[in-house]
Every structure is written in C-alpha cells, then in structure tokens.
C-alpha cells in the first residue's frame, strides 16, 4: 500500500526523504509561495490508466501527465513565478539545511518561553523529539477548558500585535489549545520582537552604482537603491529592507566588499591578489577589524534601522593592489591593471549615522586597509607565491 503524505507543512523545511512516499504533496503557500499552487511527487510506477471512476482530473494522475495540452485550468503565473523566486533564494541561503537550522532555531524560541514559564503556559507535547518546527500548540495553565478566559485574552493581544497565525485549535470540543504556526514565510525576527530581543542582522549594501552625472555623489540609508542589479538575492534584499521598517527590534547593517586582515579568499584583499586583472573601480568597503568591534555597543543600545555599516571615504581596487605589490614576494603574479568601471555596484555610502549610532568616528577605510597590508607577515605573504606540486 503505498504511502501518502501532506507534507504542507513540512516541505521546505528539512531534508525529507521522498522514497519513503508513493505520493508526497503540499501546499505552496505555507512555505514557497502565495495560495493557488500545490507541488506533488508521484512515484512513477502510480501513474497508470487505471483510475477509480469520477477521479478528477487534477488527481488523474496518468491523464494529466500523457495529455498534449497540461494546462487544464488558467495557471496561476504570479504563484508559480514567485516559487520560482522563492526557491532560487533558498538555494543562496543553504538549501534545505539552512532552513532545516533556522526552524529549530525558530521554533526553539518559543519552546524555550513555554517551558521556562514557571507553568503558566503549558506544551501539550511533552517530549521534544516528538515536537512540531513548524507549528506550535500549547495553552495557559492548566488547560482543558479551565482558563477560557485567559485563552482568549491571549488571542485579543496578540491579534492587537499583528500576530495574525495566533488561533485556537480545536483538538477537542472543550480544548482551549493555542497554535501557533511558523512557516517559512514567519520571520526569525517576528519571533525575536515577540519576545522583545533585539535582532541585528548583516547583509550586502551593494544597493547603488555610482552615478556618472553626479561626481562625488555619498548614497545615504534614506536614498533609493538605484543599482541596476536583477539578481534575486539583489531584488530580496530591497524587499527586506521594506518589511524590517515594521520591526521596532531589528537592525540591519549593510555592508560592502568585506575586508579582514589577512589574505583569505573570501576577503577583499584576498580577492583582488588572486585576480588576473582588477579595473579602477571605487568603492566604500567594511574593515571587518575596525566595525565588527561595534556592534556589541549598537546592540547594548539597541539601534535599530538600517545603517550602513562601512568605513568612511573609499578605496580604489588598483591602489590596494600597487599597495600589496610592495610587499608581496618577486614570485607574485600581480594582476593586470585596468581602467575605470563602473559596471558593478559600488559607490561611497554615508557613515554620518553609524558614527552617531555608537557615537564615535568611524575609521578611514583607505588607512586601514594600509595598516593591514602593512601587517600582513611574511607567512601570509608566502601564500601569493605560485605553489609547488608535491609530485
């Protein structure tokens, strides 16, 4: 007898295994996308002409599959594209395993309130093996219709809060149960604001491009993005910025081109050495060294908005590399130098704020990267040189 599995609520958020099912389906709207869509694995050897008679022809599964024409109703493009978006994203951040880690971490969140509340909620899934990521049914005091009252006050409040997933779920005709559902679409940040922690978090500000017309030009918090980037993260990341303006408990720290103060890859000085031609291209960049060191100070302040989390002034890629040339070994391959470009996203963004913010000056990007590359030692140094097989 094969196997058939709702997976609503789940698909999406962990690795499942999916030939353990004979039919696997689920609603996209929970997790990837808007109402109107339902993605469905079917094990090859269930589709087959042989149906029970009046099975309709969306659960016709042979039919369905064998006809020219698959478009059996109007298709909701706008649900379908936005899966599309949505998946693509999820791929950048991880795939499944990341958002396997941010269920539990999600999730944990309010476990945590629940059973450390001295009694006055109380989980019905007592052993937490057995305890659902994606949606959470617990209630206050005892439960089992002896505090009604207190139930539903719970639910006017968080109705006042905007927590439209808050609800009473009816596991029987006197439980005064409440769920609460978290689903991709419910941010971590949702559940951090519920429980008044402060949230900081730190993605890309390569939101703008210098613009030719207007020399010297600093794009401050408040400007419009204006790069011409189509890329999803690039798209997600201004919509983000859009929805935290909701949460009085977040921060978001916009950095650019990170720098760290030895040669690894990912850094920017890493890059740019490895490169085999870097144009003139000018740019503010985040000194890991010298702003990292800040952030424990804007959260213990709770700063909260956005801010760009860069170096004042900015650098010039070919100067860090005519920099780095005076020190690295005669055996370096130094990239080829180009002329100016202004292709790619980056331009000088304001420090005015972050200097505000944790009240002090914000450290001039040029000198610092100076002071890095002054400090590199020869070990790090070394690994410019080309290396020997060990063969």
């Known amino acids: 007898m094969p196997l058939v599995c709702d997976a609503s609520a789940n698909l999406g958020s ?6 353990k099912y004979g039919v696997i389906y689920a609603a996209a709207h929970k997790n990837f996308s808007t109402a109107g869509v339902c993605y469905t694995v079917i094990r090859k050897d269930l589709i087959t002409p042989d149906v029970l008679p009046g099975t309709p022809t969306m659960c016709n599964w042979y039919r369905f599959s064998s006809a020219p024409n698959k478009v059996w109703t109007v298709p909701i493009t706008l ?5 599309q978006l949505v998946m693509e994203w999820m791929l950048e951040r991880g795939g499944l395993p990341y958002f396997e880690d941010l269920a539990i971490r999600r999730s944990d969140l309010l476990y945590n309130l629940i059973d450390n509340s001295s009694g006055f909620y109380r ?20 439960g ?28 029987g005709i006197s439980s005064d149960a409440i769920r609460i559902t978290m689903y991709n679409p419910q941010p971590y940040e949702t559940i951090m604001k519920a429980r008044g922690i402060h949230v900081t978090l730190l993605g890309t500000g390569a939101l703008y491009s210098a613009d030719p ?11 419009p ?14 919509k983000l910025e859009e929805l935290l303006v909701y ?79 005076k020190r690295a070994p005669a055996s370096w391959r130094r990239p080829l130098l180009g002329q100016e470009d202004n292709s790619r996203a980056a331009a000088e963004l304001g420090v005015a704020r972050l200097a505000a913010a944790c009240g002090r000056e914000v450290p001039d990007a040029r000198s610092s990267l100076q002071r890095m590359i002054s400090g590199l030692t020869d070990d790090e140094l070394q690994t410019l040189a080309p290396q020997q097989s060990p063969l």
């Open 14 to 19: 962990k690795p499942v295994d999916i030939s």
């Open 79 to 83: 649900s379908v594209w936005m899966g």
């Open 123 to 142: 989980c019905f899934v007592t052993e937490t093996k057995f305890r659902s990521r994606m949606q959470v049914v617990f209630t206050v005091r005892s």
């Open 144 to 171: 089992i219709g002896a505090d009604e009252i207190l139930v539903q006050k719970f639910l006017d409040e968080t109705d006042k809060l905007g927590w439209l997933d808050a609800r009473s779920h009816p596991l």
């Open 213 to 223: 017309q207007v020399p010297g030009r600093v794009f401050n918090e408040e400007d």
């Open 225 to 238: 993005p204006n790069t011409t980037s189509k890329l999803v993260y690039t798209e997600l990341r201004k």
């Open 247 to 325: 949460f009085d408990n977040a921060l978001i720290l916009r950095t650019l081109y990170p720098v760290s103060s030895d040669l690894d890859s990912r850094g920017l000085i890493g890059k740019l050495a490895r490169f085999e031609q870097v144009h003139k291209v000018q740019t503010s960049v985040t000194v890991l060294d010298d702003l990292c060191p800040l952030i424990p100070e804007l959260v213990r302040r709770r700063t909260t908005g956005v801010l760009n989390f860069v170096n004042s002034g900015m650098v010039t890629y070919t100067d860090v590399v005519s920099d780095l040339a």
